[in-house]
């Protein structure tokens, strides 16, 4: 209980403080209205059972079937719009010597030579590669002029 004091005028003029206690507030459930009855009966909640172990398995299995559908059908929309590996892609043409190429993300002497003679040692190829380019390092853009295979 809370006391509160409060400051009263009499009717000669003096202030007096005056202690009361507020009245003790009781607790009321609030009834809960049935929307569809438009407020003529109070709405009934049903008592809730425990749910038996076969029910829960069920449901369980339920919302794993659902989580698995739901994924691959994720997969199969986001696998059309284009997703792919983050990796550089395979060139479509084969590199033929004398020709001039220009080198993509990823490309290495040793690949390109790889490329050119795939059936031979691609050691003395990458030797004549770095010595007509002038250097051992690749810059995306640039183009070099690829020396024959033999």
């Known amino acids: 209980m809370v006391a509160v004091q409060q400051r009263s005028r009499s ?3 003096q202030m007096s403080l005056v202690a009361y206690a507020p009245a003790r507030a009781t607790r009321r459930p609030i009834a809960a209205v049935h929307p569809l009855a438009g407020g ?3 709405a ?3 008592l809730s059972r425990p749910v038996s172990p076969s029910t829960y398995r069920r449901r369980q299995a339920l919302a794993a079937g659902a ?3 739901a994924s691959a059908v994720a997969s199969v929309v986001l696998g059309s719009l284009g997703g ?3 990796t550089a892609p395979e060139r479509p043409l084969p590199l033929i010597a004398g020709q001039v190429y220009e080198v ?3 490309d290495t002497f040793w690949a390109i030579a790889r490329t050119l003679d795939p059936a031979g040692d691609p050691r003395p190829l990458v030797d004549r590669l770095v010595a007509e380019h002038g250097g051992p390092v690749l810059v995306v853009g640039e183009h070099i002029r690829l020396p024959s295979a033999g």
């Open 44 to 46: 009934t909640r049903p």
């Open 104 to 106: 993509q993300p990823g």
């Open 84 to 86: 792919g590996s983050l």
């Open 40 to 42: 003529a009966r109070p």
């Open 67 to 69: 989580v698995a559908v």
């Open 11 to 13: 009717t000669s003029g």
